[in-house]
């Protein structure tokens, strides 16, 4: 994961956005879709997730198991919809720690400045050499799998990036005219920040949180593949790519590519629309300058 911070594509990649916004109706409205069946999962989902038909083992497409069944005899599509409940809540309990606690430390050091800047600054330059995995893993070794000390680890983790973006975005924004007749006012700086700051600097900073929930959602989908995540017989899609496996070499890859392509999908999903925010927040800026 080299970089977490927004970036303007090249322009040739952009104006294909531009030209073509059905990409991002359709990413859009894939992402909502995804939500709505994690939310409604326990009902969408065909059958019991972790019931098991030995008889129906490694078996294709069917009447009964419209996806096919793994290694178990478990309907991959009931895993896939009740694994989208936990492939987006880890993700999404990341985005909110991480944004939550960045957003406060940057802001922090970029209003105040002077030394609390330096250490704030410093601390979070630390923090960017432990790699967000292997803090995950160190956390499991340590605590035992599940997704609390996995989303724990990456919180902290992503928590540099954020705040280091919402530090430049504080440190441009403290210049306008109307923070300094704010302080003339005599309006108490937590009431600046909280009240009219953070909201002005929010549209990035959500634009960036919708990027960042996919790279967490592959993150945590690593360490499920690894059996470092959720408990055993939990549905989850990176605990189903490790189940298909052996199901690949035996023939019937349907068990793996499925969860596969409702990784890559998803992530693809939420980063063109946290590009696209990214977008208009960067024209309203150039507009407004």
């Keep these: 994961m080299s970089t977490l911070t927004l970036v303007r594509r090249r322009p040739g990649f952009r104006a294909l956005r531009v030209s073509r916004p059905w990409l991002f109706y359709i990413c859009a409205g894939f992402a909502?879709?995804?939500?709505?069946?994690?939310?409604?999962?326990?009902?969408?989902?065909?059958a019991d997730p972790n019931a098991s038909d030995l008889s129906a083992a490694l078996t294709g497409p069917s009447a009964a198991h419209l996806l096919g069944a793994d290694?178990?005899?478990?309907?991959?599509l009931s895993r896939l919809i009740l694994?989208?409940?936990?492939?987006?809540?880890?993700?999404?309990?990341v985005v909110v720690f991480s944004t939550t606690l960045g957003v406060a430390v940057g802001v922090a050091a970029g209003w105040r400045g002077g030394w609390l800047d330096s250490v704030l600054s410093r601390s979070s330059e630390l923090m960017l050499a432990f790699p967000g995995l292997l803090l995950a893993i160190l956390f499991v070794s340590l605590y035992g799998t599940g997704l609390v000390a996995p989303i724990a680890a990456l919180s902290l983790a992503y928590t540099p990036y954020v705040s280091r973006l919402a530090r430049g975005l504080t440190l441009a924004e403290r210049q306008r005219?109307?923070?300094?007749?704010?302080?003339?006012?005599?309006?108490?700086?937590?009431?600046?920040?909280?009240?009219?700051l953070i909201?002005?600097?929010g549209p990035v900073i959500l634009a960036q949180s919708t990027v960042n929930f996919?790279?967490?959602?592959?993150?945590?989908?690593?360490?499920?593949?690894?059996?470092?995540?959720?408990?055993?017989?939990?549905?989850d899609w990176g605990a189903?790519?490790?189940?298909?496996?052996?199901?690949?070499?035996?023939?019937?890859?349907?068990?793996?590519?499925?969860?596969?392509?409702?990784?890559?999908?998803?992530?693809?999903?939420?980063?063109?629309?946290?590009?696209?925010?990214?977008?208009?927040?960067?024209?309203?800026?150039?507009?407004r300058s």
């Design 32 to 46: 909502a879709v995804i939500v709505v069946v994690a939310l409604l999962a326990p009902w969408l989902a065909p």
């Design 71 to 76: 290694g178990s005899g478990r309907d991959t």
């Design 83 to 93: 694994g989208s409940r936990t492939a987006l809540l880890g993700p999404a309990a």
């Design 177 to 196: 005219p109307y923070l300094a007749a704010y302080r003339v006012q005599g309006f108490s700086n937590w009431t600046i920040c909280v009240r009219h």
């Design 199 to 201: 909201p002005n600097i």
């Design 214 to 235: 996919g790279y967490a959602l592959i993150d945590l989908a690593a360490l499920s593949y690894l059996g470092l995540g959720v408990p055993p017989l939990t549905p």
């Design 240 to 287: 189903m790519v490790n189940d298909g496996q052996s199901a690949m070499l035996q023939g019937q890859p349907l068990s793996a590519i499925v969860p596969c392509l409702a990784i890559v999908v998803t992530v693809v999903a939420f980063n063109v629309v946290g590009e696209h925010w990214a977008d208009r927040v960067a024209n309203r800026e150039d507009a």
